[in-house]
Structure formats: structure tokens, C-alpha cells
């Protein structure tokens, strides 16, 4: 799976709905910031984006989904150590994540606004890791399953619209083994800012 593919498939389903009362359907941006295993393929990603929709429920609770990706890449030169010795060299290292979750959300008020809340999603995550040395490419990519507990900002807008502000820690499964024999976790937080229609 590419990279074009995961912006199609957000971009597709981020497309914007007619007001539809107590569902929101909204696109954000979403930069992230590696935890453990994840800061070996950079500091950072500013490169990331989500579709997200939500069904309110009784006023002060919420239902919905998320599908995004955030990805984070690293260019090096000099020696790596690997368990089957060293490689000196130009190095490229990749990492895309797709998370798809079910989400839920509880709010701090039935008609504040901006709301306060707190929630989270669980649901599979595609992750994909490439290392690059020289001509030499590897890639494996693999399925796992992610819980992704979050806090933010609910608000509403203009003619309809609304907005999202996001901080979310995505806590994945263990990826396959690439590099090495060990199974590798890739968790990472991330900041996602979005509006679409309600």
C-alpha cells in the first residue's frame, strides 16, 4: 500500500456532507511525535491526516470512526550495528501507519461550547517500514491492532461547520520482525487540528 493510496482513501472519505444535525463529519491535519522504538525513522512527522466522523448520542456522548495516517522518515550516513554485524552508508529509513477505529467520546457539557472530552478508538492499523542502504531497499509491511486514547476540543463554527482539536497517543501491537529477530512497537503521539460539516 502506498502513500497515494492512504491520501485517496482519506480524501475520499473526508469529502465533505450536508449538515445531517448531530453528525460531524470532519478532515484534519495531524503532525506527530515518535515514542521508543518509533525514533529510529525521525523526530517527527508533519506529514499526516485524518478522516473522522461522529454520531452524537444523547447529547454529552459520541460514536464514530477514524481512518488516517501519519509518516515519519530518517536519512543517515555513517555505521549501523546489527545483530549479523555492521553497514556503513547513505541509510533512508520509512515508517507509515494507518490506524482504523471504532471511537467513542464523552463531553464535559450538553450545550457548551467550545466542549471538553475524553475518549479513544480501538481498531487495526496497517504499518509499513522501509530501510534503504545505498541501491539496497527492504521493506515489510504488517497488520496489528492499535488503542488510541485521547483528550480534546470540540467547537462549533459557521453554517453548519465545527471543529476538532485532538491529542491522541496511539498505542500499537508489536510489528512483524524486520530488521534483527525482534518484534518492534511502534507508538507515537500525535496533535490533529480539523473542520468539516455537521
Known sequence: MSIRVALLGVAVLGAPLRAQGNFLSAMEYSIAAPIGESQHFGPGSWSGANWEGRWMYRGRTSFGALLGFNEFYRRDAGTTSFPAGAVTGDQY???????????????????????????????????????????????????????????????????????????????????????GSTRRRFPYVSLSMGVGYR
Open 93 to 179: 529509513r520509512h515508517l507509515l501507519v494507518i490506524p482504523m477505529l471504532a471511537t467513542a467520546a464523552w463531553y464535559t457539557g450538553k450545550y457548551d461550547d467550545p466542549r471538553w472530552y475524553v475518549g479513544g478508538g480501538i481498531g487495526p492499523q496497517y504499518t509499513e517500514q522501509i530501510f534503504q542502504l545505498g541501491f539496497d531497499m527492504r521493506r515489510k509491511a504488517s497488520w496489528g491492532l492499535a488503542v488510541v486514547p485521547e483528550v480534546g476540543l470540540a467547537f462549533q463554527a459557521w453554517y453548519g461547520t465545527g471543529g476538532i482539536v485532538a491529542l491522541r497517543y496511539h498505542l500499537p501491537t508489536q510489528s512483524s520482525p524486520f530488521l
